[in-house]
């Protein structure tokens, strides 16, 4: 299965929808001006622009946009209580403002909060969002329950083509699953079947090009290791999943949504995943700003070449690939682009690519290979994401990249850190 092709199935199954529109250039920060934060929050200048909109607020408490948008900056940030706030402010104001109905459905959700999401995501009249209302509203008793060690290290079965670990479905024996930041959590057909599970929903998805059955249910018991989560929403269906290299198949894929349960570290280059309980703390040298868009798709800042630190994305699921870009944003930063070499996704035209320099922060990548697109098409990641979030992307940063470092996600102070394994 191809990168793209990989990328497809895994972002098919989120809660979140992606757009299709055209992608726009790099904006450039010193256009944005103090009196218009709609063009600093596009060009990812987030202080700046949540400052503007407390502005417009103040001379307007009836500025729905401005209420939305300081409820979406608090969402990325997981400042739970500050976008409930303004996201509930929003939809008060402009009982229209379906997205605003969607951001305040998943900031209860990244608390764990299901059943507050449950009417909101009835409103919106969108049949994703009324399978989702459905299955949480399923949920009995706390859900995401999590008890065992107060911290697992499970060893990397496989590097390539991304990484896997073992775990557990419902006290079944332990299976091998791919690691992926732009996963939620993801069950083979075969794999549901063998645990019981029975769908309480169903909603069309694309994966791979395709329209295709995403079934979802209500998971009893995932264990990593000494960890064991309880009580958690999951999804499975029938799409092909790239195999293994023993060429057998994974038993499903998992990613953000377990990842900011606890503090995350995918340590590459000591070939391990490690998950411990929010408690803990974490500190490294090269500390760089996390935020999250949508229910799985992690952003921070980082460079191609001089060009940056400008917004990007983390999809550490990238097959024999660094980064991801547009074929005008590699022309704008310089990169060398194989137009001899083309290929198709999905009717558009890709090309490699070959980067001298990348960089978040002080984790610097040299002769880095990627790929980059013509245009944007659904499950191109990265600059692929900015028509749906609202803000631009420079690129997006992946599997290849992050091989010589131990990546680690802290959900609770919104840092990421990327250190030498």
Not at 85 to 109: N, P, W, Y
Not at 285 to 308: E, K, Q, V
Not at 339 to 346: G, H, K, Q, S
């Amino acid at each position: 299965m191809t990168t793209f092709d990989r990328r497809t199935f895994l972002r098919g199954t989120g809660l979140a929808a992606v757009a299709g529109a055209a992608l726009p250039l790099i904006g450039s920060p010193a256009s944005a001006t103090p009196a218009d934060p709609d063009q600093l929050f596009k060009n990812g200048r987030f202080d700046e622009a949540e400052r503007g909109y407390r502005r417009q607020l103040r001379e307007d408490p009836q500025h729905a946009r401005a209420a939305a948008q300081l409820g979406y900056l608090a969402l990325l940030s997981n400042r739970f209580r500050t976008a409930e706030t303004f996201l509930s402010r929003a939809v008060k104001l402009d009982s229209g403002d379906l997205a605003s109905k969607q951001r305040l459905a998943e900031c209860f959700v990244r608390q764990d909060r299901h059943a507050s999401a449950v009417p909101l995501l009835k409103q919106t009249g969108r049949e994703r969002d009324t399978a989702f209302a459905t299955l949480f509203g399923a949920l009995k008793g706390r859900p995401w329950q999590i008890s065992g060690a107060s911290s697992a290290r499970l060893p990397f079965h496989t590097l390539d083509p991304v990484p896997s670990v073992e775990a557990s479905v419902n006290g079944g024996s332990p299976k091998k699953f791919l690691l992926d930041t732009y996963a939620t959590l993801d069950l083979s057909t075969e794999v549901a079947e063998e645990a019981g599970l029975k769908p309480v929903a169903t909603v069309t998805a694309v994966i791979s090009g395709k329209p295709a059955n995403l079934y979802l249910g209500i998971l009893e018991s995932f264990k990593l290791g000494g960890i064991e989560i309880r009580n958690l929403p999951v999804h499975w269906n029938d799409a092909k999943r790239p195999p293994l290299p023993d060429g057998s198949d994974p038993a499903g894929a998992f990613g953000t949504t377990v990842f900011y349960h606890f503090l995350t570290t995918m340590d590459y280059a000591g070939r391990a995943l490690i998950l411990r309980r929010k408690t803990h703390g974490f500190q490294a040298a090269n500390r760089l700003p996390l935020w999250l868009a949508g229910d799985h798709y992690p952003c921070t800042i980082g460079s191609l070449g001089d060009h940056g630190p400008r917004m990007v994305t983390v999809d550490t699921g990238g097959i024999a690939s660094a980064l991801d870009t547009t074929v005008a944003i590699a022309e704008q930063t310089g990169l060398d682009v194989d137009y001899d070499n083309p290929t198709e996704r999905f009717g558009t035209k890709t090309y490699p690519v070959t980067a001298d320099r990348i960089s978040l922060g002080k984790a610097v990548g040299r002769n880095m290979r990627g790929m980059v697109a013509e245009k944007v098409f659904p499950g191109f990641p990265g600059p692929g994401q900015s028509a749906q979030f609202g803000f631009d992307l420079l690129a997006n940063f992946t599997h290849e990249f992050f091989k010589p470092f131990a990546v680690t996600f802290d959900y609770t102070r919104m840092n990421l850190f990327v250190s030498r394994g």
